[in-house]
């Protein structure tokens, strides 16, 4: 049977919600500073950016110095500390965002497969994006470059998070090329966690099957059991009433 999430988990508490906001503003910042490169744009755009990273390492700070053990909190939560040490990665606390959207997909998302396919969905649209900006603002400036815009950084991005691998743009900028290895890892990652629900929900509907068919089953041998024992009891009562009509009113 398939794992009910409970509605508990299903919604953001308070706190995470001005962490979702910063995301947003994150990549809305860096939205503009790639796709507007103008100096006085870049220069607010990397501004707004400080900030959020500001509010990142503070959020990280503040939930590392209040855990009560540090060395534990600090070894098992490693995304945090990528979020804040690498800048590219901390949109990456827009995935939280996915529960919300679950709660509005119950008949989907309240399932522990509905649960993974949003992450898995969002978690890829999300990389696409992100690395389309990234390889664009790499790129672009570089000689010989084949990506110019965003819609050239966007396919690339598809082709390559999807590992098919048309060859029809090549990267020729060493920061674009680590994005691509990135982005391939990423790609196999959520082709992985795809195929692995597909193949778990053929095995639940199965499962599911079986289970019917055998309850169905039990439910016909209890029914026949019942049916066999009123038999045996009317046959008793017959036996008995022919008795009673041998032995004549005399008793003999």
Same mark, same amino acid.
């Given at each position: ?19 979702v ?54 070894l ?28 509005l ?34 790129e ?7 990506i ?11 082709v ?15 920061? #674009? ?35 019917t ?14 049916r066999? #024992? ?7 009562e ?5 008795a009673?009509? #041998?032995? #004549?009113?005399?008793?003999?």
């Open positions: 049977m398939i794992r009910r999430i409970p509605d508990a988990r299903s919604v953001l508490p308070p706190t995470e919600w001005p962490m906001g910063a995301a947003f503003v994150y990549i809305i910042a860096y939205t503009v500073s790639v796709l507007r490169p103008e100096p006085g744009v870049r220069a607010a755009t990397e501004l707004i950016m400080v900030a959020v990273w500001v509010v990142f390492a503070i959020d990280y700070l503040v939930r590392l110095v209040a855990a009560k053990r540090k060395l534990r909190w600090f098992t939560h490693p995304l945090e500390l990528a979020i804040v040490a690498l800048p590219m990665l901390r949109p990456l606390r827009l995935l939280r965002v996915v529960i919300v959207v679950q709660k997909h119950a008949s989907v998302g309240r399932t522990l497969h509905g649960r993974v396919g949003l992450y898995a969905a969002t978690s890829a649209a999300l990389l696409i994006y992100m690395a389309s900006l990234a390889v664009l603002d790499a672009r400036a570089a000689e010989g470059t084949q110019t815009n965003f819609g050239d950084a966007v396919w690339w991005s598809i390559t998070v999807t590992t098919v691998g048309y060859g029809d743009i090549v990267l020729v900028t060493t920061v #674009g090329r680590i994005i691509a290895v990135l982005l391939m890892f990423g790609g196999i990652s959520i082709i992985g966690v795809i195929t692995g629900l597909i193949a778990s929900a053929i095995v639940n509907r199965v499962s599911e099957n079986d289970e068919e055998k309850a169905a089953t039990r439910a016909q041998v209890t029914a026949v059991d019942e066999i #024992g009123q038999l045996e009891e009317r046959i008793s017959l036996t008995a009433a022919l009673e009509q #041998g032995r #004549g009113p005399d008793g003999r």
